[in-house]
């Protein structure tokens, strides 16, 4: 066995006893596999211990991790997720190449989505991001201008309003870990109830990452984005941009 296959079996145990502690069903909670920094052979190394779901935040090192990991030809295609965030001038590249983008926060960069996607592909799944404690380092609409944009991003033609997405600052134990996503799970209802029309495949909580996914399937996170809990300690040297 190798260590990412162990490591993914790890990951999965901990998923499965955070929602059996939870009192929710193991296959409540989605894995997102966050490679960011590695290489297609590692995804590859994944893909074959059974990880169909993928996260990346560098968008043209994604696009050509995508054409390199195709070209190895694995039995059953991926699902790449963009997790990282859209700049006008990448716009494109996230249309014609993810199946989902987590991390509007814009309607600029929604509407430039919409209009670049394919009319050959599905619609783009996405997730609106929040941002709930105020980190000025962090990406994110405020809560109180969440459900305007939620409902605009809802009316694009060739986007899909899935949920919410939010990465909260790094907080000092479980009950803190815990109170502000469930300020990220509250929001989440609340545009959920609020929405109306187009938000129809409003499911997708996207919280939780390798140190608080605990506490982010207690407050009811329905995708958890691990990438050092699977892959390893990541190298930030050159890269793509």
């Keep these: ?81 963009c997790i990282g965030p859209v700049q006008s001038n990448k716009t494109r590249l996230v249309a014609e190449h993810f199946d989902w983008v987590h991390t509007v926060d814009r309607l600029k960069i929604a509407e430039r989505l919409s209009g670049q996607r394919p009319a050959r592909l599905p619609p783009l799944q996405v997730c609106i991001q929040v941002s709930v404690d105020g980190a000025s380092t962090k990406s994110g609409v405020a809560p109180d201008e969440a459900l305007q944009l939620a409902r605009a991003v809802a009316q694009l033609p060739r986007l899909r309003l899935r949920g919410v997405m939010s990465i909260p600052d790094e907080a000092p134990g479980y009950a803190a870990q815990l109170a502000v996503h469930l300020r990220v799970r509250q929001l989440f209802e609340a545009l959920r109830d609020q929405g109306g029309a187009g938000f ?37 040297g050159a890269r793509p941009a």
């Design 200 to 236: 129809e495949d409003f499911d997708t909580l996207s919280l939780g990452m390798t140190g608080d996914l605990e506490a982010a399937v207690a407050a009811g996170s329905t995708m958890v984005r691990v990438g050092s809990g699977i892959f390893g300690a990541r190298d930030y």
């Design 1 to 81: 066995m190798t260590m990412i296959d162990s490591n993914l079996q790890g990951v999965r145990a901990r998923i499965a006893q955070a929602c059996l502690a939870a009192g929710r069903a193991p296959d409540a909670v989605a894995l997102l596999a966050v490679s960011k920094t590695f290489g297609p052979e590692a995804v590859c190394e994944a893909a074959r211990a059974g990880q169909r779901r993928f996260g990346e935040n560098y968008i043209q090192e994604a696009v050509a991790k995508m054409a390199q990991v195709a070209a190895l030809g694995l039995p059953e295609p991926l699902e790449w997720h």
